[in-house]
């Protein structure tokens, strides 16, 4: 037994003997690699389309003009043993593994200021294996090459606050002072929110954050950093929160900001790791003026607890001039621009009426509109209903059709033209989502981004061209090479003189000419229209949506209820001002800019709803746009151009 104990010993002894050795080593390897340049790692300077600086982490304070609270503050609740550890606190880990395994759960870490500062160097957060040895790696090399200060001062100015990032910026954002002013209950304030940014923020949840400011103070006073006088007196301070234009500035881009970072990710030519470059300068497409025509809009008509987001792009590149996400960045962080696929209602139907006019439709080619059930094979039966359960009852043209967002006639055409016409059409207009073949397609029962829809649009708004989105133009490392430029792609996919025909009858939607039974889907923004737009709404249950364009610009908003509640009275007149608003601001001092007729397209003057050719008995008629040979005539029967389906009423 003694021999095995004293063997048991020695391969102890041994592997702790190279252990040490190993651990030794890889240090001994780190401070013989190249030193770190971690005052610039992280540093994303963002320029708008013009080149103008708009945000940056160019504010970085030093170590010796923090305020000594907000240094103490954070090492008490992220690393209390920060000063005495090389980078790993072993202990802590092997506590949080141990609780763990009790728990039978991952709630518990122990990542030390400088693992955490190593992975806020990195461009992703991938949870690899990867991922976490290089994590390790950096960890070392970051204390072997630097003092305590100097890494708990990257750190500070580089966490994320809320959506703020950098003691210095959130300091100001927050509070309106810098961070080497900060008192007590400010400091644990802020020190709290890294732990969770959206649950601590005291924007987003004003009680969480105080309590978990309570934490904080009662870690400072467990190591000495404060007494408990001093906690009680800080966490009673009445805190005077910024509520300064310049924090509003401040918060309407952070939504753009995220999508630029996404769109980062996606660029191969741009390293993994920002320290080999010493940052990034990022040329984006932002139009300032197209950002504030959608924060501003979106003040002025969002009221209630409603979500909303909206899209500007510039329809000929494909340039995201402006976008947000949400009514406010600092209590939801979560881009609903870009990750929100919703139902898209009628604003399908624009693609499927494309596709109609393609195949032989004319804007007089009728259906009739009553309620209907369409009957398929094994009995099987679909009963759409027209908004408001309203019909005409009786024959209307594509025109009208398209005015009113009539949902017979919009299902009747996808049954005759084939339920995959619309799919394909989908698809080369660059939708990507995954579309079901089915009836209800027709009427946008399927999610699809906002970005994508808007992207689709574009298509329509530049003539059959498809273009890709996008955020970025340039981007340079810290010393101006370039390590990405932006190339424009065009693709001719629809035919030029059918979209012209699409745009003139969208341009319907806010058209009187047009009332009858109801009234066209945009007139009540019509007021508001100081120029010619083709413009498509649609409303689900719990959506409504809003896209619309001239040859300059297509602009698309959503708006509905985060917990998929039903939208209320008054909800979808607001979603139509906000879109009517955004596009007006964008373009006001510009220059009206509609579509020149193509040679091959004949104007007619035609009874809006019938279709036929307008007379003297005619009391309202409009121009509507037929490609040569196909507009009807004193000789036109316009039962010849009405397509048979089968279906029951």
Known sequence: MKKILKRLTKITLFIIVIGFICYGGIYLYA????????????????YDKDENLITGTDEWISYENLDEDIINATIAIEDRHFFTHHGFDFLRIAKALYNNIRSGSKNEGASTITQQYAKNMYLDFDKTWKRKINEAWLTVRLETHYSKEDIIEGYLNTINYGGIFGIENASKYYFGKSASDLSVGEAAMLAGIPNRPSEYSPFVNF?????????????MERDGYITEEQLNTAYNEELKFDSK?????????MYFQDAVIEELKSITSIPNSLIQTGGLKIY??????????????????????????????DPNTGAVLGLVGGVDYSKSQYNRALSNNRSVGSTIKPFLYYAALENNFTASTTFTSEKTTFVFSEDQTYSPTNYGDQYPNQEISLAAAIAYSDNIYAVKTHLF??????????????????????????????????LEMTNAYAVLANEGYR?????????EDINGNVLYEHKDTKEAVLNKSITYILSELLANTSNGNFIGYTYPTSYVIANKLTRKYAIKTG??????????????????????????RELEYGDTTANKNLWADIIEKYLDGKEDNWYSMPNNVVGVLVDPISGKLANEDTEKSVIQYYLKGTEPSNNYNLDDAVPTIKYEE
């Open 31 to 46: 401070w013989m690699s190249p030193k770190l340049t971690v005052n610039s790692a992280k540093s994303y300077y963002f």
């Open 207 to 219: 009680e969480s954050a105080k309590n978990r400011q309570l934490v904080v103070l009662k870690a």
């Open 245 to 253: 234009e310049e924090s509003d500035e401040l918060d309407s881009i």
């Open 284 to 313: 984006t497409t932002l139009d300032l003026k197209a950002q504030e025509a959608i924060e501003t809009s979106i003040d002025e008509n969002i009221t209630n607890d409603i979500q909303t987001a909206g899209i500007v792009m």
């Open 417 to 450: 033209l084939g339920s995959d016409v619309l799919v394909d059409t989908m698809k080369r207009v660059g939708i990507t989502t995954k579309l079901d073949s089915i009836p209800s397609l027709a009427l946008g029962s399927q999610p699809i981004s906002l």
């Open 467 to 475: 273009v890709k989105p996008y955020f970025i133009s340039r981007v």
């Open 539 to 564: 409303t689900t249950e719990y959506d409504h949506l809003v896209f619309g364009y001239n040859k300059d610009v297509v602009v698309g908003v959503w708006s509905g209820y985060d917990d998929n």
